[in-house]
């Protein structure tokens, strides 16, 4: 079963579908869960909002909710991320200034430390976990070309914590001091076969605009456990580095000697999220809008930098495919645009995560990539075939239940 999300309206068919899904398996052993075999079901959906008709418009920089509004080393941008189990969590956040023009100067994030005191009850904390940090550039060797450098990423896994469990926290650098206000999440269930997070949330192609702001609001108000994003993040490669942007990058910008990108959308993504994901977690797998090339045929510099991946914890080498377990559920993240060949790494690694399934413990086996192999959508028709080809068999093989891509910019469900 395949879903494609939209950018253009609220993910509400995605999330319908893993609710129900997900929901029903909390009663009782005996009670029988439907199948598609007991259909036609009548929808469960909600009247589509007519006023997101139209282009897309995006948030401009001057709006409140994308301007920075912390001083100093302050945390911002703050998210949470699972690791592989429930017992592990990824706290990330931004400090310091981004930089974008033609001497910039790189932060050292040497100079502020990455920690976060946590614990049961919000005052006071009862531990505390140290991590590391980092600054990522996006450099255009041509004339004329604005280079950015980004403030400083930190990313601080906390561990040994319980299942289904509320947590509160902290961020920041306390020798400052520069720690963030409390913030909460709450970890997965433990895995088994009757023990799930009630709402799941699955977006695709989100960027920032004025649908996006619908979008999340809906989202938040479902009160979801856990976010997935398939991919396409931001869209600031639709912008110039000097801040012009256009929904056809190509059409508008056919003599660019590079395909530039205006990273401060990243920064104001960051802060707009940061209501929805500092407080619920979200896993990211890339899109084709992450590649942003760069000088030394660099790409995903961003998307690797900005986001926490429980890639060592699920065996994996790379941000670009990884797998955790949310309760009973078992997710597998694939990279579209990396190899997916079957003598490439992604490829090997695929093969033993699914081995290592124990369908009596996390009886759900979903996967999720951005581009769809399926589709009768005239863009992007077939556009991922190389990868169904290589993939499909392996996926079949081990009984995966659903699948989830985004990319195709209508909503899309087959069942089988």
Known sequence: MTFSSSSSVPALAAITCLVVVVLGCYWPVEARIPT?????????????DQSLRGNAVDLPESDHRVRRRVKGFEPEQISVSLSANYDS????WVTGESQIGYNIKPLDPKSVASVVRYGKLRYPPTHEATGYSLVYNQLYPFEGLQNY??????HVRLTGLKPNTLYFYRCGDP?????????????????????YPERIAVVGDLGLTYNTTTTISHLTSNDPNLVLLIGDVTYANLYLTNGTGSDCYSCSFPHSPIHETYQPRWDYWGRFMEN????????VIEGNHEIEEQAENKTFVAYSSRFAFPSEESGSSSTFYYSFNAGGIHFIMLGAYIDFTRSGKQYKWLEQDLANVDRSTTPWLVAT??????STYEAHYREAECMRMEMEELLYSYGVDIVFNGHVSNDNRLLG
Do not use: C, N, Q
Not at 89 to 92: A, G, K
Not at 149 to 154: E, K, N, V, Y
Not at 276 to 283: G, R
């Open 36 to 48: 598609t075999l007991d259909g036609p079901f009548e929808p469960v959906t909600v009247p589509f």
């Open 89 to 92: 969590v990824w706290i990330s």
């Open 149 to 154: 450098t980004s403030g400083i990423i930190h």
């Open 175 to 195: 020798s400052i001091p520069a720690m963030s206000e409390i913030y909460h999440f709450r970890t997965m269930p433990v895995s088994g076969p009757w023990s």
């Open 276 to 283: 929805l994901i500092s407080k619920v977690p979200i896993m």
């Open 369 to 374: 990539w951005h581009p769809p192999w399926y």
